[in-house]
């Protein structure tokens, strides 16, 4: 044998270099070659399996397959892409497409070639595109979701090999409603005890997690505690029978809402799921989702359609359907009914402007391309027309109210219309009659809003009589009269048409009217022998009614309403006149109320304002008496004190005993008296001088007026407390810190001597302003005596106990009233206090 072509070289490289397996064997099935693609397709080296029979690569069950390919090969034919089953090396098996060709010299066939590539994968997803096809088809097949999802568990299960399982939610559980295995047996097996799996929604992991979460579980090796961390230790006697290896759980959602799951359980030692099975397993949750809701929506929608229908028949309208024809498509019983039709049945198909539409109210014909009806349809714009008429069965026509909708389909073009009519005739009638009572109500307002306008009892009447002669027709006089003193004199006269009107006499009321009941006088009024009636005869008038205005048991004066007709007025005049008299009542007793109020207010100002300057004088003359006195009263004490000192000092040695504790107590009471001055000077500067607000830190204020008081503080080992920020208010600084300084110094004061004074200060901010409390822990404060603290020189304790003149917190009302806020105090005995100021916070000066 000769060296190798360029040719057979060049053949030979691309043969080794193909990624399909590329095989040689004899007619007795040795092989011959052996290239690096059969290497990695079966695991073989070229070493390991040149010279042994082929068949060691064929299972069992192909072995009849390769007898059948090899007969045709030997007969010269080759066999193109046949799939098949082949074994590899480590005995796991692998779907191949084999391409086999005859090998041929001189005519004669020597051997076999074949060509083998793994379409595992290429098999794979046909399965997996099978499949999808096949449930998309039975899902589709039926709107009765739960008959066809049962199909469709069982092949799932079936491709899987094992457990395939579908858990609705409902409520807080997640039960099964299908489920399947490969091997029916096991499904039947475990029947009876499915309903011990049921899910719940709170569960940590598992089905109801994924249904609660959202979230797909994929556990390719489970352990004994992932299994019954997901199905609780309850079911684990099940969980052991169902022998489950492997799990996939993927939620059933539609948009954003998961109402159940798709399980994927396996109960043998498999392969572990590719990203493809997975997928497809997604895929078969959406397919599974489409139809739940699908056939949950078809349920709605029969529901939807027999509430429709049941609604149709349970309004007090008549509703048809038209098409683009104009025919009828369908009636409720309520418009055969309103029509003269014994049953719908009747005018289905038949074309309704012609049969109950023909003609207008005023009994012309009506042009079907004029009718609003059509007009839905044509224009795609709902009609509504209050009045018209429609025909009945037997040619009678009724009045009608109707409105015509267009109908649309999925494509948004036009397919009918709806129509709703009612029969308006009782409508009508109440219609009518309410217009009248409208109409007589809006004059009875504008009579009213005329006597309320009026300012005094002629006013009104004068309003009363020329508003009511022109509503009545049938009054040619009207007048109002008052009643004094049990006499009635007139008011106001209108007449119809103008012209003077009469002076009618003063008269006393005519018999009947103090009872409260009107009179109503026919012809012949002269022979009454009364001065109302002579005079409404003297003016032509021969009826006459007349009405009491009462309020109460008061009758504050007569409408009198006269026609020169006898028997004019009808009941809704009587009516009319009725109620006028009893606004005009109520006009005139308020007007006469409101006049003397008016009187008795105008003095009690002319009073009030007396009463505020001689007050105003003397509070002015008090206060500056107590400034002089104050002020003038300091020059003489500070001598006193200073030669009551001056004495002690140098004549000290030459007083006896009494005379140094005189002079002593001179001292002491000159500084008493000089203390009581200076406090009683700071209310009145308090009180007379001008402040001026403006936006204050209490922060600062605060910190200023413990500032002051570190001695005091100090000397007592007071702990002060303040829980910043306080906020900011609208108030004079200098004089908030004198109030602070004020209720501080108490605080610390007013503490028995074994106690450590501690004394803390809060704000919060209220729908009243902002609130600041000063607290203590001192000796506290009787209830009855927490609003006498706040007067000028008010003590509680004697000097020997506490020092102080009793102005302190007068001072601090003061600068609270005048800083527009407010100071109270809640204590009680030997618990302490609680001063709480309110003030104006600072964006109210906005």
């Not at 008959?147 to 568990?153: A, F, G, I, P």
């Not at 009806?373 to 509504?384: D, Q, T």
């Not at 007793?589 to 008795?600: D, F, K």
Request: proline share 4%; with cysteine; glycine share 8%.
């Amino acid at each position: 044998m000769g060296e190798p072509s360029h040719q057979q070289l060049h053949l030979a490289t691309i043969v080794e270099a193909s990624d399909d397996a590329i095989v040689s064997q004899d007619l007795e099935g040795r092989v011959k070659s052996w290239n690096r693609g059969a290497e990695r397709l079966f695991g073989y080296t070229a070493d390991e399996i040149v010279g042994e029979m082929l068949t060691r690569l064929v299972p069992p069950e192909c072995m009849e397959e390769l007898r059948e390919i090899l007969r045709e090969v030997r007969e010269g034919r080759s066999v193109l892409r046949r799939e098949t089953v082949r074994l590899r090396k480590d005995g796991s098996r692998v779907r191949v497409a084999l391409t086999v060709s005859p090998l041929i010299t001189d005519g004669t066939v020597v051997g076999v070639s074949g060509i083998v590539r793994d379409v595992t994968e290429l098999h794979r997803q046909r399965t997996r595109q099978a499949l999808l096809a096949r449930a998309s088809a039975t899902l589709g097949s039926s709107l009765r979701w739960e008959e066809s999802l049962t199909e469709v568990v069982a092949f799932v299960a079936e491709w899987f090999r094992g457990w395939c399982v579908v858990s609705r939610r409902e409520g807080d559980l997640v039960p099964h409603v299908a489920f399947a295995h490969a091997d029916p047996l096991r499904t039947a097996s475990v029947r009876s005890m499915a309903s011990q799996l049921t899910s719940r929604l709170d569960a940590p992991s598992g089905i109801g997690c994924v249904v609660r979460t959202g979230v797909p579980e994929y556990l390719p090796h489970v352990a004994e505690q992932d299994v019954e961390t997901r199905v609780g230790s309850s079911q684990w006697e099940l969980v052991q029978k169902l022998n489950l290896r492997a799990m996939l759980i993927v939620p059933l959602a539609w948009g954003e809402t998961v109402h159940g799951a798709l399980s994927l359980l396996s109960d043998a030692e498999s392969e572990r799921l590719s990203e493809e099975d997975i997928g497809l397993t997604r895929e078969l949750a959406f397919h599974i989702s489409a139809a739940i809701r699908n056939g949950e929506l078809y349920r709605e929608a029969e529901a939807e359609r027999r509430r429709t229908r049941a609604l149709l028949e349970s309004i007090g309208h008549g509703v048809y359907g038209v098409d683009l024809e104009g025919r009828a498509t369908f009636m409720n019983e309520t418009g055969a009914a309103l029509l003269g039709f014994e049953s719908p049945e009747e005018v289905i198909g038949r074309e309704m402007h012609g049969l109950i539409h023909h003609h207008r109210v005023d009994g012309s014909v009506y042009p079907l391309e004029d009718c609003p009806i059509h007009r839905a349809f044509r224009s795609g714009e709902a009609v509504r027309v209050e009045h018209e008429a429609l025909f009945r069965a037997d040619g009678t026509a009724f009045p009608c109210e109707y409105w015509s909708s267009p109908v649309f389909g999925d494509d948004a073009e036009i397919q009918g219309a709806v129509v709703s009519f009612t029969d308006i005739t009782e409508r009508r009638a109440r219609e009518d009659l309410l217009g009248q009572h409208a109409r007589r109500l809006q004059n009875l307002w504008d009579i009213d809003q005329a006597i309320l306008a009026a300012r005094d009892p002629r006013e009104i009447a004068d309003a009363t009589a020329s508003r009511l002669t022109e509503l009545l027709e049938r009054a040619d006089c009207v007048a109002v009269l008052d009643c004094v003193d049990d006499r009635c004199v007139q008011l106001a006269t209108r007449l119809r048409g103008g012209g003077e009107p009469p002076a009618l006499p003063p008269s006393p009321a005519p018999e009947g009217l103090h009872a409260g009941r009107s009179l109503e006088l026919e012809d012949r009024l002269d022979a009454r022998g009364d001065p109302l009636s002579d005079a409404l005869a003297q003016l032509g008038m021969r009826a006459a009614l007349i009405s009491p205005a009462s309020a109460g048991e008061t009758m504050e004066g007569v409408l009198v309403i006269a026609s020169a007709r006898p028997g004019a007025f009808t009941p809704s005049d009587r009516a009319i006149a009725s109620e006028v008299s009893s606004q005009l009542a109520i006009a005139l007793s308020q007007t006469r109320l409101r006049l003397a109020l008016e009187r008795h207010n105008e003095e009690l100002e002319a009073r009030v304002e007396e009463r505020t300057r001689t007050i105003e004088e003397r509070n002015a003359e008090l206060e500056s008496f107590a400034y002089s006195v104050s002020h003038d009263l300091r020059a003489p004490l500070r001598a006193m004190g200073g030669f009551s000192k001056a004495l002690l000092e140098d004549y000290g040695d030459a007083l006896d005993e009494d005379g140094r504790d005189y002079a002593e107590r001179v001292v002491a009471a000159a500084a008493r008296m000089d203390e009581l001055i200076q406090d009683l000077l700071a209310y009145s500067r308090v009180a007379r001088g001008e402040i001026e607000h403006a936006d204050t830190d209490l922060d600062d204020v605060v910190a200023a007026a413990a500032t002051q008081l570190e001695a005091q503080l100090g000397a007592r080992d007071a702990e002060l407390v303040v829980e910043r920020p306080l906020g900011r208010v609208w108030g004079h600084r200098a004089s908030l810190a004198q109030v602070f300084s004020n209720l501080i110094a108490n605080a610390v004061k007013f503490v028995p001597a074994e106690r450590r004074p501690r004394v803390r200060i809060a704000s919060e901010r209220t729908e009243a302003g902002v609130e600041v409390c000063v607290e203590d822990n001192g000796i506290g404060i009787a209830p009855e005596h927490t609003e006498r603290i706040f007067r000028v020189f008010e003590r509680l304790h004697g000097r020997e106990a506490y020092e102080g003149t009793g102005v302190g917190l007068a001072i601090v009302r003061k600068i609270m009233e005048r800083s527009g806020g407010e100071v109270r105090v809640v204590s009680e005995l030997g618990r302490g206090s609680r001063f709480i100021l309110t003030l104006p916070p600072a964006e109210r000066s906005e």
